[in-house]
């Protein structure tokens, strides 16, 4: 059984440690994409997981490949195209100073390609589920309608599709963009959204009141009456107390109830960026070993906390990590 996602590579440039940009010449280096995150933690747990997308013909663009293919990635179809790596800039933040990011992707390989560079038929052979997220449609009217494409394709096969809502405003608007035309139209070819109240109330164009538990009750509810095909919501809920101290909690919604786990207080935070993706790899991994919607969840949230641990975009933990986690202790494992 295969997962296979479709989206953006880009990489991630950094100034070492807590500094700010180029305050000394130096910048780290990741390979990152919401997408690519996704499917990199998806094979570093042990499943077979493979990446649509294009990259230039160069340095940057092969060094991205190989950093995937070492992570166990089938990059198969990944395009060599184009003459531009999508790029991005993040200065961590440190005590209660915040987190910055600086986007350089516009014209990129990946979102110059035309619609019609992707055979979904030979793409999708072999494929049991399909997850996009809501940053490739946001690119621009072409990758919007590449992603619409995917998602249809796979219904005519009868692949699910997953889904992860990553609103990005500011690259919506970056072009005459109908965000919630397009989103509703992907989320109805969706099994599983990942999303929380926020998402389902861009989708649905309303506001849902109450407190925390009520309002995504109420949401989910809307969610599962607009969208036939869905079957499942996860998401988390974050409270930051500094950039080195947050907490955070996983939730569940289906048809027939929802499942909430307690909330971790996560402390000495190295690198936040990414935690939703690994927590939506954490959900899936469990999912495909067919766990419930409390395994889904908790596994969700610890593969997540784990991400906080580590510098870069991906999660890059092993299933006897996430079973050391599940068992407690923090002294050294020798």
Known sequence: MKFLAFGEIMLRLSPPGRELLLQTPALQVWVAGAEAN???????????????????????????????????????????????????????????????VIYDRAHSSFAELPQDAWDWPALLQ?????????????????????????????????????????????????WPSDPRAILTELVGHADLLFGNHRDIALLLDREFGGDGEERRQEAAAAAFAAFPKLEMIASTSRTVESVDCHRLSARIDTRAGHVQTGEAVISGIVDRIGAGDAFAAGVLHALRHGKDAGEAARSGLALTILKHSLP????????????????GGLDVRR
């Open 38 to 100: 996704v499917v990199t933690a998806l094979a570093r747990l042990g499943h077979d997981a493979g990446l649509v997308s294009a990259v230039p013909d160069n340095d940057l663009g092969r060094s991205a490949l190989s950093t995937l293919r070492g992570h166990g990635v089938d990059t198969g179809g990944i395009q060599l195209a184009g003459d531009r790596m999508a790029l991005y800039f993040v200065t961590s933040g440190a005590g209660m100073r915040a987190t910055e």
């Open 126 to 174: 072999g494929v049991d589920r399909l997850h996009l997220s809501g940053i490739t449609p946001a690119l621009g009217p072409v990758p919007a309608q590449s992603a619409i494409a995917a998602a249809r394709a796979a219904s005519e096969r009868g692949i699910p599709v997953s889904f992860d809502g990553n609103y990005r405003a500011k690259l919506w608007e970056r």
């Open 312 to 327: 870069g975009d991906a999660s890059l933990f092993r299933p006897a990590d996430l079973e050391a986690f599940a068992a």
